[in-house]
Every structure is written in structure tokens, then in C-alpha cells.
């Protein structure tokens, strides 16, 4: 058991990352907007089971909590500030909550929203739902939104929303159904590697929102390459016509 204590509190980057702790307790003697959980606090705490925080720590870094494969729930109660991915990884986690009156952060369906951005911050990897409707007005998934989620079958993303950040729906393995928005313009690095929508596809390729290109897959030896997925291919130029087709080819550098 490790005791953190006293108003100036603060962990700060990396100050637990590895370390063998499985129960954390934060004492704050008063709450204090210096109080703070820095990036990867607690990154790679594969013991830590359960933590308690005082509601008055109002920021928490990002990746603070990656890792950390035996904690099952987290409550960010009032924090104003939350940085990215703060519980990638987390393998057993089952629930993300915030205080109700929180105005930064809020919790629908068990995904955690941050407001001012409407955009969906994290979901828990081992939440039971099976589908997902995402809070219509939302903007964009954040990196690793969605990653390794484990029962997610089907995902339901609203019109309007137009980014899709970095590895948001990485690995992915039970999500065989994504409805994606025409609004879409914007796709992060390997946001869909490894997601069972993607590899479940029968097309060569997939173009989706405003001719967004998410998915090539060459036929083995074209373009010289000798795997069935993109993920592996060679630098390929892509040229979009609309949103109904593409021409591709091998490019000679980038």
C-alpha cells in the first residue's frame, strides 16, 4: 500500500510507472487545484487493483492509468482536465464514472465524454455491452477511444462526427459492425488495425465519409507485396474520386 498525502499531492510523470503497487490511496488535507496526477503516473502498475482519490484532484495526465491490468473501475469524480488515453490497456476495466455535477466530463453508456470538445474520450476494455450508440452531437473519437474493447460487437457512430483519432478502434476483435457517418473526414494512424469490421471486409478497399481510404487490401503479389492487408504493404499512392472509388498504385517515394 503506498499513501500519498498532504495538499501538494502530486504525482508527477511517471512517478509510479512499473511500480508493484496493488492499492493506492491519495489523502488530500484539502483540496487543492495543485493536486494533480501526472502523465503516466501510474503507467504499467499491473498490480493495482484498486485506487482511491480525493474528489478534488482536478487533472489527470494522460496514459496515468495504461496498463494497469487488474483494475476493474475508476472514478475521475470533479476533474476538470483529462488527458489522452488515460486507461489504454487496462484490460479488466469494466467502468469509467465522473461526479453527476461535473461540467468537464460526463458518462453515457459507460463511455466518458469530455463536453467542451464533444468528443468520446475512452471506453472500458471489458465492458460487457455488446453495442454502442454513440451520443448523437458528438464530434470525434479520441486515440485509443475503443482500443482492445473485448465484447464490442456493434458501434453506431452519429452524423456530424468527423474525426476519428489514432488507433481508436485498435484491436477491435469482436466489433463486426461499425456504422460510419458521411461526415466523416478524418481518420488517424491505424485507427482500425486489427479490428474484426475491417478484417471481416471482402472489398479491395474501403472508402467511407468524404472518400476517406481506410482499408486497401491488395491481392497477394500485387504491387509486389505478398500479404493480403495493407498493414504491411508498401508505400502506396492513393488518388479518390468522391467517395465511390479509387485509384491506386505503387508510389515511387513520399
Avoid: W
Amino acid at each position: 500500500i503506498r499513501r500519498i498525502s498532504g495538499t501538494r499531492a502530486k504525482p508527477v510523470n511517471i512517478a509510479f510507472a512499473y511500480v508493484n503497487l496493488e492499492k493506492l490511496i491519495v489523502i488530500a488535507d484539502q483540496f487543492s487545484p495543485e493536486i494533480e496526477i501526472g502523465e503516466k503516473a501510474f503507467m504499467g502498475c499491473t498490480k493495482l487493483s484498486e485506487i482511491t482519490i480525493p474528489q478534488g484532484i482536478q487533472k489527470i495526465g494522460g496514459y496515468a492509468f495504461q496498463a494497469c491490468e487488474k483494475l476493474s473501475s475508476l472514478n475521475f469524480y470533479m476533474a476538470s482536465e483529462i488527458g489522452e488515453a488515460p486507461v489504454v490497456g487496462a484490460s479488466v476495466l469494466e467502468s469509467i464514472s465522473v461526479d453527476a455535477q461535473n461540467p468537464a466530463y460526463k458518462v453515457i453508456n459507460g463511455a466518458l465524454y469530455e463536453t467542451a470538445t464533444a468528443t468520446l474520450l475512452a471506453y472500458p476494455t471489458a465492458s460487457a455491452q455488446t453495442e454502442l450508440f454513440v451520443e448523437s452531437g458528438t464530434k470525434a473519437l479520441a486515440p485509443h477511444a475503443f482500443a482492445q474493447a473485448k465484447s464490442l460487437q456493434k458501434l453506431v457512430l452519429p452524423e456530424g462526427l468527423t474525426k476519428i483519432g489514432d488507433y481508436a478502434l485498435y484491436y477491435t476483435r469482436a466489433l463486426t459492425e461499425v456504422s460510419l457517418p458521411s461526415t466523416l473526414s478524418e481518420v488517424g494512424v491505424m485507427a482500425f488495425v486489427r479490428c474484426a469490421y475491417i478484417d471481416a471486409s471482402k472489398e479491395e478497399f474501403l472508402i467511407v465519409g468524404d472518400g476517406i481510404l481506410i482499408h486497401y487490401s491488395p491481392k497477394k503479389g500485387e504491387l509486389g507485396v505478398g500479404y493480403e492487408t495493407n498493414e504491411y504493404a508498401e508505400p502506396i499512392e492513393v488518388t479518390v474520386t468522391g467517395s465511390g472509388g479509387a485509384t491506386i498504385k505503387q508510389a515511387e517515394a513520399f
